[in-house]
């Protein structure tokens, strides 16, 4: 069967002349009559962890900490909408990507994604405005906007090969050339969407500049990202990566091991083109082009560097990190800014072969972190690697601990959890807990400190801060640290904020704040502490802070930790 009869099978099965809508959704009723929902249980890949008191700082019990733990492991699945097609049409639907090295079933999961993006693109069309987008997002968000524009008797386009287009219309399926270009084809282009999804390399040409709505899914490319800003005015629409429940639900509806998921998702992270197409190429092949990609961000700034005005400069690698829209924060609220973008590394296994790369060339790695640190978008990643390097250091190079916790080596440990409750990764049977530790959180979202030391004399919170100016500063975290380990028991020990980065200057500065705000805390009255701290022992509160010293370090990679 041709690339325009199964496209044809497409539209026979989801053509609407005279669609009907869902109240629920605002779908066409010609597709929700095949999507159903699921229950999904992501404990196998993001299981809530047997939560353990660390018992080197265990102290008095706290009643309320044990019931959150038995809360967090009585998991309620979660719901999900997917697609249930017959074998025929999904066939069909995997003819779309004609490009695609695999022909896997695709996992037709309807992700909040989809639909958020959808509405945003039906409201530039009602508001009279002819959008161009450029998602990040690839070939699962195509199938779901072919489906709905089908369903709902919408003219369009699809582009998904390099010399042709088919558009699909009340008249069924017509393939159109885009290099002997006809007088038809221009004016369908007017009152029709245009949806390419192709991973070849090409160049779109400027017969796309007017539809009534162009979208193209892509991979974060820069140079069609480039293109599309600089020649089309296109918005480009950040995608946040695949949730665990996600994931969970495409692995059984693909009828993929679950087992080999978890190792996958552990080496590259939420990302489905490498979660699901696993035959495309070898593990070894994956990490050899990884490593190959590492190399060259060493030694050329430019590959942690895409200014947000001209996208002048290289965007982080999608291979080696993890693109996604940018938090921000209004009257107390969260939302994703969909044209900006965060950049952190796809997986703690990407971060670990990054530092491994860079043990030899620290010094010249350092300069382009610090320029990658000037940008918002990058200062997470640039963080990170910063924080990767010194953990190794400690880790396998026995680096010692810094001045005030007596320059000792220590066995590193993992904990995983959030700073309200977190367990050590470590197994009683085979290995006994003996001071000093440092303790390393594996959850990129910890929050509040890089690290955490623990001596039979005092407790270390560190924190790599590589700005003059930014970095996270917060008291109430680090209490629920201490509250944590210590169970509702007064620290009774020196309790340091190492703030660490390669920066003497900046690292002054940051000592400065801090200590300004820790002071500030310190001086606070009961009535002032329990409206900046409401969810804790006000008198213990106290207690820690006045516990409280912050001191600074520059690290080095011939002498460790230096005092500033």
Same mark, same amino acid.
């Given at each position: 069967?041709?690339?325009?009869?199964? #496209?044809?099978?497409?539209?026979?099965?989801?053509?609407?002349? @005279?669609?009907?809508?869902?109240?629920? #959704?605002?779908?066409?009723?010609?597709?929700?009559?095949?999507?159903?929902?699921?229950?999904?249980?992501?404990?196998?890949?993001?299981?809530?962890?047997?939560?353990?008191?660390?018992?080197?700082?265990?102290?008095?019990?706290?009643?309320?900490?044990?019931?959150?733990?038995?809360?967090?492991?009585?998991?309620?699945?979660?719901?999900?909408?997917?697609?249930?097609?017959?074998?025929?049409?999904?066939?069909?639907?995997?003819?779309?990507?004609?490009?695609?090295?695999?022909?896997?079933?695709?996992?037709?999961?309807?992700?909040?994604?989809?639909? =958020?993006?959808?509405?945003?693109?039906?409201?530039?069309?009602?508001? @009279?405005?002819?959008?161009?987008?450029?998602?990040?997002?690839?070939?699962?968000?195509?199938?779901?906007?072919?489906?709905?524009?089908?369903?709902?008797?919408?003219?369009?386009?699809? *582009?998904?090969?390099?010399?042709?287009?088919?558009?699909?219309?009340?008249?069924?399926?017509?393939?159109?050339?885009?290099?002997?270009?006809?007088?038809?084809?221009?004016?369908?282009?007017?009152?029709?969407?245009?949806?390419?999804?192709?991973?070849? =390399?090409?160049?779109?040409?400027?017969?796309?500049?007017?539809?009534?709505?162009?979208?193209?899914?892509?991979?974060?490319? #820069?140079?069609? +990202?480039?293109?599309?800003?600089?020649?089309?005015?296109?918005?480009?629409?950040?995608?946040?990566?695949?949730?665990?429940?996600?994931?969970?639900?495409?692995?059984?509806?693909?009828?993929?091991?679950?087992?080999?998921?978890?190792?996958?998702?552990?080496?590259?992270?939420? *990302?489905?083109?490498?979660?699901?197409?696993?035959?495309?190429?070898?593990?070894?092949?994956?990490?050899?082009?990884?490593? +190959?990609?590492?190399?060259? +961000?060493?030694?050329?700034?430019?590959?942690?560097?895409?200014? =947000?005005?001209?996208?002048?400069?290289?965007?982080?690698?999608?291979?080696?990190?993890?693109?996604?829209?940018?938090?921000?924060?209004?009257?107390? %609220?969260?939302?994703?800014?969909?044209?900006?973008?965060?950049?952190?590394? %796809?997986?703690?296994?990407?971060?670990?072969?990054?530092?491994?790369?860079?043990?030899?060339?620290?010094?010249?790695?350092?300069?382009?972190?610090?320029?990658?640190?000037? +940008?918002?978008?990058?200062?997470?990643?640039?963080?990170?690697?910063?924080?990767?390097?010194?953990?190794?250091?400690?880790?396998?190079?026995?680096?010692?601990?810094?001045?005030?916790?007596?320059?000792?080596?220590?066995?590193?440990?993992?904990?995983?959890?959030?700073?309200?409750?977190?367990?050590?990764?470590?197994?009683?049977?085979?290995?006994?807990?003996?001071?000093?530790?440092?303790?390393?959180?594996?959850?990129?979202?910890?929050?509040?400190?890089?690290?955490?030391?623990?001596?039979?004399?005092?407790? @270390?919170?560190?924190?790599?801060?590589?700005?003059?100016?930014?970095?996270?500063?917060?008291?109430?975290?680090?209490?629920?640290?201490?509250?944590?380990?210590?169970? @509702?028991?007064?620290?009774?020990?020196?309790?340091?904020?190492?703030?660490?980065?390669?920066?003497?200057?900046?690292?002054?500065?940051?000592?400065?704040?801090?200590?300004?705000?820790?002071?500030?805390?310190?001086?606070?009255?009961?009535?002032?502490?329990?409206?900046?701290?409401?969810?804790?022992?006000?008198? *213990?509160?106290?207690?820690?802070?006045?516990?409280?010293?912050?001191?600074?370090?520059?690290?080095?990679? %011939?002498?460790?930790?230096? %005092?500033?």
């Amino acid at each position: 069967m041709n690339l325009e009869s199964e #496209h044809q099978t497409l539209w026979d099965n989801f053509w609407s002349n @005279g669609p009907e809508y869902s109240s629920n #959704h605002s779908e066409p009723l010609h597709l929700v009559q095949h999507i159903k929902t699921i229950e999904v249980n992501d404990s196998w890949l993001a299981p809530a962890s047997a939560i353990k008191v660390p018992p080197v700082m265990q102290g008095d019990k706290n009643e309320r900490l044990e019931s959150e733990v038995l809360e967090q492991q009585d998991k309620i699945p979660t719901q999900l909408r997917c697609l249930e097609l017959s074998q025929k049409i999904r066939d069909a639907l995997i003819s779309l990507n004609a490009n695609s090295v695999t022909k896997t079933n695709p996992a037709l999961i309807i992700r909040k994604e989809y639909i =958020e993006f959808f509405q945003c693109a039906l409201d530039g069309i009602e508001a @009279g405005k002819r959008n161009r987008f450029f998602v990040t997002g690839k070939t699962f968000l195509s199938y779901y906007i072919v489906l709905r524009l089908l369903a709902s008797g919408t003219p369009f386009f699809l *582009v998904n090969e390099a010399s042709s287009a088919y558009h699909f219309s009340t008249d069924g399926v017509q393939r159109y050339s885009l290099i002997d270009r006809t007088r038809s084809l221009h004016e369908k282009l007017v009152t029709s969407w245009v949806i390419i999804d192709i991973d070849a =390399e090409w160049t779109i040409p400027p017969l796309f500049m007017n539809p009534l709505c162009l979208v193209w899914t892509s991979s974060p490319v #820069h140079s069609r +990202m480039k293109r599309m800003r600089n020649h089309f005015s296109a918005t480009i629409w950040y995608m946040l990566p695949w949730d665990t429940t996600e994931i969970v639900a495409a692995t059984e509806l693909l009828g993929l091991e679950p087992k080999v998921i978890t190792k996958m998702y552990a080496m590259y992270g939420p *990302v489905a083109r490498d979660l699901f197409d696993t035959a495309v190429t070898t593990e070894r092949e994956r990490i050899e082009a990884a490593q +190959m990609q590492i190399n060259e +961000m060493i030694t050329d700034a430019r590959h942690f560097l895409l200014t =947000e005005e001209n996208l002048s400069g290289v965007q982080p690698s999608h291979q080696i990190f993890l693109i996604r829209p940018r938090r921000m924060f209004d009257d107390g %609220r969260h939302y994703w800014s969909r044209s900006q973008y965060d950049a952190e590394f %796809r997986s703690e296994f990407m971060a670990q072969k990054f530092a491994e790369c860079a043990q030899q060339h620290l010094d010249l790695l350092q300069f382009n972190i610090a320029t990658a640190f000037n +940008m918002s978008s990058t200062r997470g990643l640039a963080g990170k690697m910063f924080e990767t390097l010194i953990h190794r250091a400690i880790v396998f190079n026995q680096t010692l601990l810094p001045d005030v916790f007596g320059r000792v080596s220590a066995p590193s440990i993992s904990i995983t959890g959030s700073t309200t409750k977190f367990s050590l990764a470590f197994d009683p049977a085979r290995q006994a807990l003996q001071l000093p530790l440092y303790l390393h959180p594996t959850a990129h979202n910890f929050g509040a400190v890089d690290a955490i030391i623990v001596t039979n004399a005092s407790i @270390g919170l560190l924190q790599i801060s590589l700005s003059a100016t930014f970095y996270r500063r917060d008291f109430g975290a680090m209490l629920d640290i201490l509250d944590w380990m210590k169970t @509702g028991a007064v620290c009774d020990q020196p309790i340091y904020y190492c703030l660490v980065g390669f920066n003497i200057d900046n690292i002054r500065r940051l000592m400065s704040q801090a200590s300004k705000s820790l002071e500030e805390a310190k001086e606070m009255d009961a009535e002032e502490l329990s409206k900046a701290f409401p969810t804790r022992d006000q008198v *213990v509160a106290h207690k820690h802070l006045a516990n409280f010293q912050v001191v600074g370090y520059i690290f080095n990679r %011939r002498e460790g930790f230096i %005092r500033v």
